[in-house]
């Protein structure tokens, strides 16, 4: 059966500067704390930077045209901060902005809806030098960043997200040191939380008083895990792993506060909250955004696949796939819990802003084949059984917009490097040659028909 969306429903792909662009060091680009951190021996598979990328910086028009043959009627990318403002505070590289330009220009002769993230993890590092997210000026100084690029694309761009996944930024990159800065504390993790949170805000507020028609939202990963079990050291890990990842998120975006549990466990670290600061970070959005990928489920410390060391204490339990098919991720492959996430947002927020399914995706890496095709059943699968979840809920009657297919390209993924591919686009980085994978052309077909051949879920 043919599952029909919305009229007007948003089929895109989404991408951000650093994985795709390269050009590190060409047009007045400042580095990123990722520019230091794949440069650190150890830090990244392979020793991979983003210094070149998928060379998307030179091949922006090509690769614009791919969109269009795919026939995205939208694309989510990422402006770099310091492509931009280079040292993040200072004088406004031109040059920068140019290139943002000629890209939503470039868009716009395709009839393709841009979507402009203004933070996809990588702050210049001459804030970073000065105390990076852990200090509270750089909420600011973000709000002022958001002001300039806002400034130079409003005119032509409607949809604006303030931050990607700041659960990663914060507890990957100062907790759990997999990714930049690489800081591993408590303190630092929920001081960076705090003024991404805050910055996110201000951000909000600097764009709507230039032009309050654009449509405002945050991007984050959320995902509901699953007790295996009923003992108290599973129930207490489960409740501990959602309000890290979840409810300490979207409490203070979407009801001004923070969970009274979280703040408990991790004490006596602290967000370091100011008079004020909740009400700046609650500012009502246009739209929201969810990222999602997969769902664990927690078991007992030993017994699952992974050690939950990315969430500050919960030692005594560990994640597993329990038994389900995963990608070259790792990660369980859970359509279910797309279901779960948005039900529950539903559920806890009354008055929330419609949807958006900013990034959801998987890493395989199929061949290519003689005739230079690339048969990659597995993702279309992956997303075929996600978009009849999507429908579903949306069936239900949740307020849901948009898809953004995680990702357009094979790209520099974090620590990974260039050891997993996401990209409904093959990239050769030998050749920086693009081959339309399988999935490509089954999306066109999806978009075409606005819908999905596929059983519902139920």
């Not at 792909?13 to 047009?27: N, V």
Request: net charge negative.
């Amino acid at each position: 059966m043919t599952l029909r969306f919305p009229e007007g429903f948003l089929w895109g792909a989404a991408t951000s500067a650093y994985q795709i662009e390269g050009g590190a060091d060409e047009g007045g680009r400042g580095p990123s704390i990722w520019d230091t951190f794949s440069h650190t021996p150890g830090r990244v598979i392979g020793g991979d930077t983003g210094d070149v990328a998928t060379d998307h910086y030179h091949r922006y028009r090509a690769d614009v045209g791919l969109m269009e043959s795919i026939g995205l009627n939208a694309y989510r990318f990422s402006v770099s901060w310091p492509r931009v403002i280079p040292d993040g505070d200072g004088a406004v590289n031109q040059r920068g902005l140019d290139f943002y330009r000629r890209l939503v220009d470039a868009l716009g002769e395709a009839d393709i809806e841009p979507l402009v993230t203004l933070y996809h993890w990588d702050l210049p590092q001459a804030l970073q030098d000065r105390g990076g997210w852990m200090r509270r000026q750089t909420a600011f100084d973000f709000a002022r960043y958001a002001e300039v690029v806002f400034g130079a694309l409003h005119d032509r761009v409607t949809l604006w997200s303030t931050l990607n996944e700041p659960y990663v930024a914060a507890h990957l990159g100062h907790y759990a040191g997999w990714h930049a800065p690489g800081t591993t504390d408590v303190q630092a993790m929920m001081s960076a939380q705090h003024h991404l949170l805050l910055g996110h805000g201000a951000a909000v507020a600097a764009m709507r008083a230039i032009d309050p028609a654009r449509r405002q939202g945050i991007v984050l990963n959320l995902e509901i895990p699953v007790a295996t079990g009923d003992s108290p050291a599973v129930l207490d890990g489960t409740r501990r792993v959602e309000g890290l990842l979840d409810r300490s998120f979207t409490d203070p975006v979407l009801a001004g506060r923070y969970p009274s549990d979280v703040i408990a466990d991790l004490a006596p670290a602290r967000f370091p909250v100011e008079p004020g600061d909740l009400e700046v970070i609650s500012t009502p959005l246009d739209w929201f955004g969810v990222n999602y990928y997969r769902q664990w489920f927690i078991t007992e410390a030993g017994m699952g696949d992974l050690p939950l060391s990315e969430f500050p204490g919960c030692g005594h339990v560990s994640a597993t796939t329990a038994g389900q098919e995963t990608t070259d991720m790792g990660w369980p492959i859970t359509p279910q819990g797309l279901i779960d996430v948005l039900t529950w947002l539903v559920d806890r927020y009354p008055g929330h802003p419609p949807f958006m399914i900013t990034e959801n995706g998987c890493a395989f890496d199929d061949p290519v084949a003689e005739d230079g095709t690339i048969d990659d059943r597995r993702r279309i699968d992956y997303l075929r059984r996600h978009l009849a979840g999507l429908h579903q809920v949306i069936e239900d009657g949740i307020d849901v917009r948009g898809y953004f297919a995680w990702s357009l390209l094979d790209n520099f993924e974090w620590a990974s490097g260039y050891s997993k591919r996401f990209g409904l686009i093959q990239v050769d980085y030998d050749t920086q040659a693009r081959t339309l994978r399988n999935s490509a052309r089954w999306y066109a077909g999806v978009i075409a028909a606005n819908g999905i051949d596929a059983p519902p879920l139920r």
